[in-house]
């Protein structure tokens, strides 16, 4: 007599909340996080930022309001399909200039 085995299916469960970092359409690596910042004086209209703590991308585009993470993540993927991502793409000069100034302190002498 034969047991039958019911099969076991291996699908993937889904996470209850999704992760906040996304896969790098650059680098590949899981460090893709994106955020929102509101527009002054746009009600319809939010800033999404793309950062990748791997590779340093940095993305920002104009995205409309009910836009998710998601949908923002989407298009940046479709954007790299095109190679189109330099579009959004900020270089550091046009973003935060970080404060790396460099002290010169040997006035002896
Ligand atoms: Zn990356």
Not at 38 to 59: M, P, S, T, V
Not at 76 to 94: A, H, Q, R
Request: hydrophobic share 25%; charged share 40%; aromatic share 6%.
């Amino acid at each position: 007599m034969a047991r039958r085995r019911r099969k076991k299916s291996l699908k993937p469960k889904k996470p209850r909340h999704p992760s906040r970092y996304f896969q790098c359409p650059r680098c590949g690596s899981l460090t893709l996080t994106i955020d929102f910042v509101k527009i002054k004086g746009n009600e319809d209209e939010k800033l999404a930022i793309a950062k990748c703590g791997n590779c340093h991308l940095y993305c920002e585009l104009r995205v409309p309001n009910v836009l998710d993470r998601v949908d923002v993540y989407n298009k940046i993927v479709d954007l790299s399909y095109d190679n189109k991502l330099s579009e959004c793409e900020k270089t550091e000069k046009e973003t935060q200039v970080e404060a790396e100034e460099e002290t010169d302190d040997n006035d002896e002498i």
